[in-house]
């Protein structure tokens, strides 16, 4: 099982980006997917899920904001970030099922 993450880098306060998580090994599609984020001496933290329902559950703090989807087509999840504070830069990672992937750093700049 291997989960690729990209589209990380840096992007500008009030901007968008979106982040993708390519799998393979394993299908997206009816897992629970998620996506984390950890800043120095901080714990890993959810920033948003999706279960096998498609419910999707977000931190309060990006609510209104961010939203996570997938594509089974592709078999990859996407985190779509707008409005974004400098407060959301992290190392995001993805996690299907369980399993994480390698993490991406992600800055805003105000």
């Known amino acids: 099982v291997q989960l690729q993450a990209s589209g990380g880098g840096l992007g500008q306060a009030g901007g968008s980006l979106r982040l993708s998580c390519a799998a393979s090994?394993?299908?997206?599609?009816?897992?629970?997917v998620g996506w984390y984020r950890q800043v120095p001496g901080k714990q890993r933290e959810l920033v948003a899920e999706?279960?096998?329902?498609?419910?999707?559950n977000y931190a309060d703090d990006v609510k209104g904001r961010f939203t996570i989807s997938r594509d089974s087509a592709k078999n990859t999840v996407y985190l779509q970030m707008n409005s974004l504070k400098p407060e959301d830069t992290a190392v995001y990672y993805c996690?299907?099922?369980?399993?994480w992937g390698q993490g991406t750093q992600f800055t805003v700049s105000s």
């Open positions: 090994g394993i299908f997206v599609r009816f897992r629970r």
């Open positions: 999706i279960g096998s329902g498609n419910v999707p």
């Open positions: 996690n299907v099922a369980n399993t």
